[in-house]
């Protein structure tokens, strides 16, 4: 069963980057994100997933996964995420212009919404 986000990023520059390998923890900043309705908040946010079991990557089209550190890169835009049971799936596209599939089993996922313009 799908799980509904009750936000997206869709068009959003990341506004920064934070990937600790050793902690099971990524952290994206944004500007703004769009709420359930679509709309546009204009608010500061973290989008954090964390604590996954195991985390899987593909470039483009391949049909093969890998471990998530040898497709790692720095996001610059998240293009789409699925939530399913206990799967995350995610297409982003890289600084240096790649699109990458990455999928998470069992991650904890959190939006942290700044109450100022600053986080």
Known sequence: ME?????????????????????????VYFAGYSDEKE?????????????WVE???????EEKFYPLDRNM???SMIL??????????MLVNTIDERYVTLFFTNPKVNLTISQSSEL
């Open 3 to 27: 799980k509904k986000l009750e936000y997206s990023f869709d068009d959003e520059i990341a506004s920064k980057f934070c990937y600790d390998m050793d902690n099971k923890q990524i952290e």
């Open 39 to 51: 709309r546009f908040l204009d608010k500061p946010c973290i989008f954090n997933i964390s604590n």
């Open 55 to 61: 985390a899987k990557s593909k470039i483009g089209d």
């Open 73 to 75: 890169g720095v996001f």
């Open 80 to 89: 789409y995420i699925k939530y399913n049971d206990n799967r995350l799936e």
